[in-house]
């Protein structure tokens, strides 16, 4: 089955930019979706396609996807980013599933 | 404004079975792809089931292959998992999600979630 992997955390300071990174076997052929969850709430989608941005979602939260590896980034980082942060492909290869990274910790410095 | 509202969780014992619920509103619940996602105790998320607008196709992880089942009723709007045989390791809050696009892709609307604990 299709594997995504992501760093278990990012720290960044308020102001700057952070990256959080999904590596996967030619990821760059499939579409990415990027999730924000808080404590205790359910996920919502920040990123999807991997640049589309839904209704609501701050400028500062961007996409890219090539090769192994697809980033979400988020620039001028607030403190109200702390959040764990999920990678999701839709994978097409054997019976079909979605697949979702193990999840990065976003901490605010 | 979508809705998505899962119920029947509780607690249960190791080999028992349990029926989840997610009663869905604010869109054509009969045209999307719907699925369940868990999530362990601090733990990530792990997607465990998707169905089809029709019904006709079903999806399951490995982890959960022949002892859940998803379907769904879509003249009440309504979204099923029936789990059987259920494990320690089953112990999750299940989400109810609803994907944008008429085939699978991602999940732009997620329920809060019910909560799921197998233990003697």
């Known amino acids: 089955s299709y594997v995504l992997t992501q760093p278990p955390s990012v720290s960044v300071a308020p102001g700057k930019t952070a990256w959080i990174s999904c590596g996967g076997s030619?990821?760059?052929?499939?579409?990415v979706h990027w999730y924000q969850q808080r404590p205790g709430q359910a996920p919502v989608l920040v990123i999807y396609?991997?640049?589309d941005r839904p209704s609501g979602i701050p400028e500062r939260f961007s996409g890219s996807n090539s090769g192994n590896t697809a980033n979400l980034t988020i620039s001028r980082v607030e403190a109200g980013d702390e959040a764990d942060y999920y990678c999701?492909?839709?994978?097409?290869?054997?019976?079909?599933?979605?697949?979702f990274g193990g999840g990065t910790k976003l901490t605010v410095l | 404004e979508v809705q998505l509202l899962e119920s029947g969780g509780g607690l249960v014992q190791p080999g028992g079975s349990l029926r989840l619920s997610c009663e869905a509103s604010?869109?054509?619940?009969?045209?999307?792809?719907m699925s369940w996602v868990r999530q362990a105790p601090g733990k990530g998320l792990e997607w465990v089931s998707g169905?089809?607008?029709?019904?006709?196709?079903?999806y399951y992880a490995d982890s959960v292959k022949g002892r859940f089942t998803i379907s769904r009723d879509n003249s009440k709007n309504t979204l099923f998992l029936q789990m059987h045989n259920l494990r320690a390791e089953d112990t999750a809050i299940y989400f109810c999600?609803?994907?944008?696009?008429?085939?699978?892709?991602?999940?732009?609307?997620w329920g809060q979630g019910t909560l799921v604990t197998v233990s003697s």
């Open positions: 999600a609803k994907s944008r696009d008429l085939v699978p892709s991602f999940f732009q609307d």
């Open positions: 604010g869109f054509t619940f009969s045209s999307y792809v």
């Open positions: 169905i089809v607008s029709g019904g006709g196709a079903t």
């Open positions: 030619n990821i760059g052929t499939k579409s």
């Open positions: 396609y991997d640049t």
């Open positions: 999701q492909v839709w994978d097409t290869s054997g019976d079909h599933s979605w697949v």
